[in-house]
Structure formats: C-alpha cells, structure tokens
C-alpha cells in the first residue's frame, strides 16, 4: 500500500508541475500580447502629429517675400508678424513650416529637421541647405530689396603725393 501511496504521490506531483508551467506561460503569453498592443498605439499617435503640423502651414495674412536665387531657382518665404519664431518656406512647389534656431552669429537661421531643410538669411544673401543630404538646395539667393543695394568696386589706391609718384633722379 505504501508503494501505491508514493505512486499517487509522484503522479500529484507531476500533474502540478504541468499545471503550473502551462499556466505561466499563458500569463506570459496575455502580458506581451498586451505590451504589443499598447505600443503599437502610442506609435502611431507620435508619428501622426508632426505630419499634419508641418503640412499645411498658415501662409493667410502673412507678408512674402520672393527670392531669386543661382541656376535659375525661386523660393518665397512667409512671415508673420505675431510669430517670429517661425516661417514658411515655398521651394519647388511645396510648402514647409521652419522653426527658428538660434545662432552665435545673429544670421537668421530657419530649420525643419523632418525634412531635413535648412534656411540661412544674413543681410547680403539667403541659402537653402538639405542637412540629411548635406548639400546646398539655393545659393546667393537674393529678394527685390537685397538686389537694389549696388555693390561698390574697390578703387585701386592713388599715391598720397604727386612726388611720391615720380620716380628718384639721381
């Protein structure tokens, strides 16, 4: 009777083990279903804003001013008066918002990192940069106003005396 009792025993406790893995892989198997699930949303909710900020920008009640720039190629930028941290940028028939960056050299600098766009404006010229391909889009890109100043030739030097000029007889 005894041997029939460890038998039981052994058979209980082979049952047990079954039941308790069996049950802890169906937890575990519920839980990462359940992770993935939430990820998945959280994903898709990030990604979703930035497109729609940066598709249509407000161009309505904007001041533009129109660039021409080298080979050929135009761009308009859009300002607010109320936003100057922003601005949007017409190049090649699309239409892309530019977030301020500050610089230590007090140019203009404009820049939408999912698109990877670049706008640098000083006094004299803009330029349009593609930072992911690291190349120049538009250079010497000049608006109306930018065109207008003449640029003065540097005249050569005239000696600071009449004597000076002619040479030493001796």
Same mark, same amino acid.
């Given at each position: 009777?005894?041997?029939r009792i ?5 058979a209980?406790?082979a049952a047990?083990a079954v039941? !308790?893995? &069996? !049950? $802890?892989?169906?937890? &575990?198997n519920? $839980? !990462? #279903? &359940?992770k %993935?699930t ?9 990604k979703a804003?930035?497109?729609?900020? @940066?598709?249509?920008? #407000?161009t =309505? #009640?904007? %001041? ?5 720039c080298?080979?050929?190629n =135009?761009l308009t930028?859009?300002n607010?008066? %109320? @936003?100057?941290?922003h601005?949007a ?9 530019? $977030?301020?960056? @500050? %610089? ?7 820049e939408? $990192? ?8 000083i006094?004299? =010229?803009g330029?349009?940069? #593609?930072a ?7 250079n /010497?890109?000049?608006? &109306? ?16 005396t009449?004597?000076?000029? /002619?040479p030493?007889k001796g």
């Open positions: 009777m005894l041997n460890s038998r039981l025993t052994l209980c406790f047990l039941a !308790s893995f &069996a !049950s $802890t892989s169906y937890a &575990a519920v $839980t !990462s #279903d &359940a %993935t939430v990820k998945k949303k959280a994903s898709k909710k990030s804003a930035p497109v729609l900020a @940066d598709e249509n920008p #407000d =309505k #009640d904007a %001041t533009s001013t129109e660039f021409e080298e080979a050929g =135009k930028i859009y607010h008066a %109320t @936003d100057e941290q601005v940028l017409r190049w090649k028939n699309k239409l892309a918002q530019l $977030t301020r960056v @500050d %610089t230590s050299t007090g140019a203009n600098r404009f939408n $990192t999912r698109l990877g766009l670049v706008w640098i404006g006094p004299a =010229k330029m349009l940069l #593609d992911k391909k690291g190349q120049q889009l538009a /010497e890109c000049k608006s &109306a106003e930018q065109r207008a100043v003449p640029v003065e030739p540097v005249a050569p030097t005239a000696p600071a009449p004597a000076a000029a /002619e030493v």
